[in-house]
């Protein structure tokens, strides 16, 4: 197959409210088994990730998913991990420095992949860990969503307002949200909860 044919990583971007919604699923996130969620801090690739896995799934953090790796080594197999419908990698960190973990994840994504089982890896842009699990899958088998906080005041009004919705408030809590400076979720969900929220 030819570069130019060649099925490349595909890219999505947008907040993770969008993710969350009540948008559909994009068609390639349904067809492909591999899913890369990067961002900031405190974005919500987590949530993001635990959706996309679907509604049978489990999450391994970094100390959880570097037990998993030393009992592959020792036991030459995945135990366990290549089972559920969706398994959520959250964090694996520093793979530059660990090449031979990278070729672990890539087995273990590919394994699971070969027996159409979803696998989410949700990684910091910070620390090159996801360039270097993007540049280790074969071509055309994942794709990358990265996450972004909202931009804009209609973006940050209508994300404060569905939020006041499903914590139980009045919707004019929201009013001045989008002005928050950073603005991050726990930041909004901080002044919807507390004192500067209220009308």
């Known amino acids: ?11 999505l971007t947008g907040t993770s409210s969008e993710f969350l919604g009540r948008r559909p ?32 799934f489990v ?5 959880d998913l570097d037990r998993a790796v030393v ?36 087995e273990l994504a590919t394994l699971r992949a070969s027996c159409q089982r979803r696998t989410v890896f949700c990684q910091r842009t910070a620390d090159g860990s996801a360039e ?17 906080f909202p931009k804009g005041r209609r973006s940050r009004v209508a994300i404060a307002e569905r939020r006041c919705e499903e914590l139980g408030l009045d919707g004019a809590t929201a009013r001045g949200a989008h002005d928050l400076d950073p603005w991050t979720y726990d930041a909004l969900d901080e002044f919807l909860r507390g004192a500067g929220g209220r009308p």
């Open 25 to 56: 699923t994009p068609r390639l996130v349904r067809e492909r088994h591999v899913l890369v969620v990067i961002g900031p801090p405190r974005v919500g690739k987590s949530r993001v990730g635990r959706r996309l896995a679907g509604e049978s």
């Open 71 to 106: 009992e592959r080594v020792r036991q030459g197999a995945w135990q366990d991990l290549l089972e559920p419908a969706g398994l959520v990698l959250d964090g694996p960190v520093w793979l530059h420095n660990r090449p031979s973990v990278v070729q672990l994840l890539v």
């Open 132 to 148: 270097e699990l993007m540049g280790a899958m074969p071509s055309g088998s994942m794709v990358v969503i990265g996450l972004r």
């Open 1 to 11: 197959m030819t570069r130019r044919n060649r099925p490349t990583p595909a890219l």
């Open 59 to 63: 999450a391994l953090d970094t100390h």
